[in-house]
């Protein structure tokens, strides 16, 4: 459709920055905001029940405490999710569960967003043979159910946190890489890019300076989204027992723990579920309404 | 299109080695034991350790193993630690139901994914917009384990339909339909579950792909004739929004066959992902490597077979 | 006789709402086509003629684009307050585009057959056989081989068979005006030529009028009877091409002229547009 581009106008105003508006943007979406709201309570949690972890602290109750003549019971006013089968308070573990897998979830993120980024840096800027080459092994490994193989590298391996937070990240860097790489490949050729090679900048200048900060916004709204598909897949792995072991509770453990007792203890599969449910579910709403934000911006033109 | 099909075919082989030497690489370069019981358990006399090392060629340097593994995989001879019988046999015996499991998630995961985003896109901007969107984000959101835990505890308390397995267990059937019938119903839960994500997933695709197609050039040239807004939608967007739909079915694929190992354990559907599950294990190498080739294998298919979907659709591609 | 103007443009005015306020695209502007008469409407990206353009038809999208204040008559009915289903039977049937990309003007995925045929099935229902006329209205463009060049796709064809696929198009539903915008602006010299000429004929042997929006003065000669110069969303001249050509009055316009190069022009250095005159407005 063409609009007539805006008149040049004479006191052009310094403009916010993009990110600025970007985030202005972000603020009037009502969906993303809640959901970053919940985001943030999540980290707080975390963060909290992390460092009273660290101290012994912890709330409701101990965690690892076992109670055997509190075992199964239904919640109720002592225990208000319940008591799983050697009598722990469930709510405990749940939030003692939290700061695993949310560590888990942020860290692989920043592992493999560190490997997809730079191939895809490296992939897009360069172009030629290794390009094709760099893009071909994308190909073979995004070939591979994601699931499977990391459910056959820790297994193996051996599943404490950093293994499985490396094989996760290992594993999840393609989409990043693409994407980083698509931005290059566009911002390469763009006019800025060329007006700073003909002031004589040289290549890694013009990385940093000019194509990884447009290349930025997309490269976060991929990290925030990364993080509750490393938290499924870490509750998934602890379900199938080969995430991080007990005693150490994870939400994905507590469910496989009760598997067995389903039939009479519900609260054991429902509430751990419904966490990493309502967790992946607000960092994909706030991924989403951020990504938003940031794409109308190279809209309007 | 010759050269089209000429030149994925050549990638697709150049993958393929890349994939068998991956999913080799990966399994035997981890450390732990090979052996299916411990490294030092002193009931196992050195007499049997060397055959088992001879019998899986474990005594041999890592191309060579290799190598000896890719023959024996093709050649069907491969056996597998566990049990002793050719790997092949035990995969090929669960291929049927994964497949049929796969395609039905796929068919599932296509069908209502077009219908959601294509609804998403005709009424973008408004509240059920909106409230699709957050749709489609809860369908991702939700773990496939939870979901078909909370199913089968569903199922198994509140009625009496039995899930588990391919068909009902110890029953007789009467007659040929009701054999079927049986069966599709044991197919189409786990099915469903499995589509969950894919449905979402590709309503998104859909979506925006709809909304990009809407600011070409040529939608303004049919609204300029007089097309209304559904002719419009329907016919002209639609056809150019489908793409993402067909290439979107590669990265179906593997998704899916990723998130069956969970479900069909819990819905003890005997498909390739439980066998997998089973295999890791028990640390039955051979099966792995196998599977994990052969199911890499079937996605490079998959890709290659929506590569040619593309190119039916897209007469651009088709002509040169 | 009276004639009656067949396009009325009373003080229209378009405003766009962007993220950054509101653009005055269009302001105040007037003109008038009487049937079978020719405009070429000239200025420079931003002027608003692209904007003047697609506004007869309410083609422009209306949440950032609204209408400010003015009229459009067509055959005096007012097109801001036309009903949906008249507006659309005016679209192409009476006002007609062709635009200036034709790459990607066609519908990449239906043949030409395919995409004229519906034109005529909504605006001309009474015709019989489509494809005999569709053939004739790919002839009445100089498309040669008609019967089977209407069944190729629209990457099949050359950038300059395109645009006049483009204008069968448009031609099939009979308008009584046709609208181009840029038409040659994205073809390669020699094919503007063809396709300038292509339109001198049709608009002698139809009677249809036309409206000819462009960024190059130089290519309006012989073509149009009356011309408007546009900047900055203002008409600042505007009247008949051979006294305005000749003796133009606003600086602008002789900015423009000037600009033109001529052949065996001994100066070394090609003009460009002296917006000096803005400073003493």
């Known amino acids: 459709m063409t609009a007539a581009p805006p008149l040049p106008s004479r006191n052009a105003t310094a403009s916010s920055g993009p990110g600025r508006r970007s985030l202005a943007r972000f603020r009037k979406n009502p969906v993303g905001v809640t959901a970053a709201a919940i985001v943030g309570l999540l980290f707080l949690v975390a963060l909290v029940t992390g460092i009273g972890a660290c101290f012994g602290v912890y709330f409701p109750y101990d965690p690892n405490a076992t109670n055997l003549a509190q075992k199964l019971r239904a919640p109720d006013a002592a225990h208000w999710l319940g008591t799983d089968n050697l009598g722990r308070d469930v709510l405990s573990r749940l939030l003692n569960g939290s700061y695993i897998s949310l560590t888990v979830g942020f860290i692989a993120v920043a592992v493999s967003l560190s490997i997809g980024v730079a191939v895809g840096a490296v992939s897009g800027y360069l172009g030629g043979w290794v390009d094709n080459v760099l893009m071909r092994i994308v190909d073979a490994i995004l070939c591979f159910p994601t699931f499977f193989l990391i459910l056959t590298a820790v297994a193996l391996l051996g599943p404490s946190i950093i293994n499985i937070i490396v094989i996760i990240g290992l594993v999840s860097w393609t989409g990043t890489a693409r994407l980083v790489r698509a931005e290059f490949l566009t911002l390469r050729e763009s006019e800025y890019v060329r007006a700073a090679r003909t002031l004589g900048q040289r290549s890694p200048a013009i990385i940093f300076r000019h194509i990884l900060p447009n290349a930025a916004a997309p490269i976060i709204v991929t990290a925030v989204i990364g993080i509750p598909d490393a938290i499924l897949t870490e509750a998934g792995l602890s379900f199938l027992g080969f995430g991080v072991q007990p005693p150490q509770a994870t939400w994905g453990n507590i469910i496989s723990d009760g598997k067995t007792y389903f039939l009479d203890a519900w609260w054991l599969i429902v509430f751990p579920g419904l966490a990493i449910f309502v967790a992946a579910l607000s960092f994909y709403l706030a991924g989403d309404a951020l990504r938003q934000a940031a794409e109308s911006r190279s809209e309007r033109k | 299109m010759v050269t089209f099909i000429i030149r994925r075919l050549l990638i697709s082989t150049v993958l393929l080695f890349l994939i068998s030497v991956v999913s080799f690489f990966i399994i035997t370069l981890t450390p732990g034991s090979p052996y299916p019981w411990g490294e030092l358990n002193p009931k196992i006399s050195p007499q049997v350790k060397e055959a088992f090392k001879k019998k899986f060629h474990l005594d041999r340097p890592l191309y060579e193993q290799y190598w000896l593994n890719m023959k024996g995989l093709f050649s069907g001879t491969l056996t597998s630690i566990k049990d002793d019988r050719p790997v092949l046999d035990r995969i090929g015996e669960r291929l049927p139901a994964t497949v049929r499991l796969n395609v039905l998630a796929i068919v599932i995961s296509l069908t209502f994914g077009l219908l959601l985003g294509v609804y998403a896109a005709r009424h973008a901007g408004t509240l059920p917009d909106l409230l699709t969107s957050i749709l489609a984000f809860v369908f991702i959101a939700l773990p496939g384990f939870w979901v078909s835990n909370l199913i089968v505890i569903g199922l198994v308390k509140f009625t009496d339909a039995p899930i588990l397995g391919t068909q009902t267990y110890g029953t007789d059937f009467p007659n040929l339909v009701s054999l079927w019938l049986d069966q599709f119903w044991h197919l189409a839960l786990p099915a469903m579950v499995l589509s969950i994500g894919g449905i979402a997933v590709q309503s998104r695709y859909i979506r925006a792909s709809m909304l990009e197609t809407l600011r070409e050039d040529y939608i303004r040239t049919a609204r300029a004739k007089g097309l209304g807004d559904d002719v419009i939608f329907y016919k002209h967007a639609l056809r150019n929004s489908i793409r993402p739909l067909i290439t979107g079915i590669g990265g179906l694929l593997p998704a899916l066959i990723g998130g069956s190992v969970i479900i069909e354990t819990i819905f003890a559907y005997p498909g390739l992902g439980r066998l997998g599950y089973e295999a890791v294990l028990e640390r039955d190498y051979p099966t792995l490597v196998a599977l994990n080739f052969i199911v890499a294998a079937l996605v490079l298919l998959g890709n290659l077979i929506s590569d040619l979907l593309y190119a039916v659709v897209d007469p651009r591609v088709r002509l040169e | ?281």
């Open chain 3, 1 to 281: 006789m009276s004639q009656h103007a067949l396009l009325e443009i009373h003080n229209l005015s378009i405003r766009f709402r962007t993220g950054h306020g509101a653009v005055e695209a269009v302001k105040n502007v007037s003109f008038s086509l009487k049937e079978g008469s020719t405009l070429a409407i000239v200025g420079e990206s931003g002027s608003g003629k692209s904007v003047t353009a697609l506004s007869l038809t309410r083609l422009l999208p209306m949440p950032p684009a609204e209408f400010v204040g003015g009229d459009i008559l067509f055959a005096g009915e007012s097109v801001p307050a036309m009903a949906p289903d008249r507006l659309r039977a005016i679209r192409g049937g009476g006002i007609a585009y062709i635009f200036q990309e034709p790459s990607t003007s066609l519908n990449p995925v239906y043949t030409i057959r395919s995409q004229i045929a519906e034109a005529i099935r909504l605006h001309r229902p009474e015709v019989k056989d489509v494809d005999a006329e569709i053939v004739r209205c790919l002839n009445t463009v100089g498309i040669v081989n008609p019967e089977k060049r209407m069944h190729d796709y629209p990457h099949q064809l050359s950038g300059g068979m395109q645009q006049r696929a483009m204008i069968a198009m448009a031609l099939s539903c009979k308008p009584r005006l046709l609208v181009a915008d840029e038409p040659t602006t994205a073809l390669d010299v020699t094919i503007q030529a063809q396709i300038l000429a292509e339109l001198r004929r049709l608009r002698r042997d139809l009677n249809m009028a036309l409206i000819l929006i462009t960024h190059n003065i130089a290519i309006i000669g012989g073509l149009c009877d009356r011309i408007a110069v546009m900047f900055r969303g203002e008409i600042v001249e505007y009247g008949d091409t051979e006294s305005v050509l000749r003796n133009p009055q606003h600086p602008y316009t002789k900015a423009l002229i000037a600009c033109v190069p001529k052949l065996g022009a001994k100066e070394k250095r090609m003009k460009t547009i002296d917006y000096s005159w803005l400073n003493s407005r």
